[in-house]
Every structure is written in C-alpha cells, then in structure tokens.
C-alpha cells in the first residue's frame, strides 16, 4: 500500500503529496455535507463519481485550451494534479436563479437570468463562506485586478463549456462554482482552474421534468444522491464499470 504525506483534508476531498516535485494527489471521498457541514453522511460510491465526473470536465477544458491542474487519474478515486496556490475565492457563475440567490433577491427559482452573473465568496469554513464583492477582494489583497480579470474570463470560458455540454445531454446548467490557483513558471505567473468540477460544486437540473441531478439531491432529501451523481455519468459517456471502495493509502505523521 502507497505511503503518503497528508497535506490536507476537506470535506469532500483529501490531498497528498504527489509522485514527482510539483504535483498532489487529490482522494475523493464518499463523505456529503450541506449547510456549512451541519449535515452530514457518507454516500458510497459517490467520490468514485465524482473522481470520473472532474477528469471528464477538466480534460475537455484543457483540450478546449482553458488551463486547468489536472494532470491525469490515477485510480477509481484518485488523481493526479497540479500543484498550486489557490485564491481565496470561490467563484459562482449562475445562469438561471436558485439557491442563496432566489433567497436574497426573492427570484422564483429556475428564473433565466438575463447574463450568466458571476459571484465570488471568501473561501473561510468558520465564516461560512460570506459574499463579498470585488472593493473587498482588492482592499484585503486576496487577488490583484489582474487577477480578477483572468478570473472573470476564466470562468465564463467554463461556463460556455459546460452548458454546451451538458445541454447535449438534455441537463441544464443552473449554477456553479470553481476555485482557481497561481502558477508560476520563472518570473511568469497565471491562473488556472483548480479542485474540482462535478455534481457537488454544480446545479444540474433536467431540461424536460426539471429533476435535479446535483447536491440539492442530498440538501433537499430528495432522493438517492448516487442515483442523480450516476444519472449524469450515464448521459455523458463516463459512466464507471466498478465503484467499489478502494483503501485510503498509509500516511506518513
């Protein structure tokens, strides 16, 4: 069994050092939470899924030249990524209302927005994850107008991706988020699309019954979360043959 330093455990993932200088290896657990984690339960097989579901994404963005960490799977519930220093920001695009926004602005859900509207939240579990607004984020030095330009670009480019491919397989793209990450190579920095992309950062809602395939799933106790996670699977071709548990490796204290 792989011996391995743990650098850091989330709620959803678990990262360790990777193979070679540079990289992590990213572990996706069956571990759900919603409500800032006041809910919790472990659904099996859903990091599997979710594993599958981010390098389907992530690969289509690099290949579409949106730069992203991953590097490649490496197992049922492992991948291999890029080393980075993430931006303290959740960055939300949203194309129709749902969630937080429905509640704040008192906007019916399922309501097409007139433009995807990008949101951006300061990445603190204890706080909850609050809004803030660009004055903040420049005010407290969390990312540089730069930044928040190729921030902005960044993630509508992965909005165009992802509501076009999920639209050919009849699921619409209500909101989601990503993380993004500086990387340096010399004296040059960029940003990248970092964490990960899948039914857990993401509402996915079908185009015909309105059925949600995505977190609200678990959220809303609407169902079996691995069913909604697998249906999505299935339409996009990534469906995995074998979703059994694999073993977390060994660590190193």
């Not at 011996?3 to 989330?10: P, Q, S, V």
């Not at 609407?222 to 469906?239: F, K, Q, S, W």
Request: hydrophobic share 40%; net charge negative; proline share 4%.
């Amino acid at each position: 069994m792989a011996r391995r330093k743990k650098i850091y455990e989330g709620k959803g993932k678990i990262l360790y050092e990777g193979p070679e200088p540079g990289t992590i290896v990213q572990y996706f657990k069956d571990d759900a939470t919603a409500f800032n984690a006041q809910k919790r339960d472990v659904i099996d097989g859903k990091g599997v899924l979710n594993n599958r579901l981010s390098e389907f994404f992530m690969t289509g963005l690099n290949n579409i030249g949106v730069p992203t960490h991953f590097i490649r799977r490496l197992n049922m519930r492992e991948q291999l990524v890029r080393s980075c220093e993430i931006v303290p920001l959740e960055i939300i695009v949203r194309n129709f209302a749902a969630g937080s926004l429905s509640t704040r602005l008192g906007i019916e859900e399922g309501t097409p927005l007139p433009r995807p509207i990008v949101e951006y939240c300061y990445k603190d579990d204890k706080l909850g994850d609050p809004l803030v607004t660009e004055e903040h984020i420049a005010a407290f030095g969390w990312a540089s107008q730069q930044d928040m330009d190729d921030i902005l670009s960044l993630a509508l480019r992965v909005n165009d991706f992802l509501s076009g491919v999920m639209m050919a397989v009849g699921i619409r793209l209500v909101d989601f988020k990503i993380e993004c990450g500086r990387v340096y190579d010399g004296d040059f920095q960029r940003l990248i699309v970092a964490d990960e992309i899948s039914p857990d950062s993401c509402r996915l809602w079908d185009m015909e019954t309105g059925q949600k395939f995505d977190k609200d799933v678990f959220r809303r106790d609407l169902g079996n979360l691995t069913d909604a996670y697998t249906e999505v699977a299935r339409r996009l071709g990534v469906m995995p043959k074998n979703t059994t548990q694999m073993a977390k490796p060994t660590l190193i204290n």
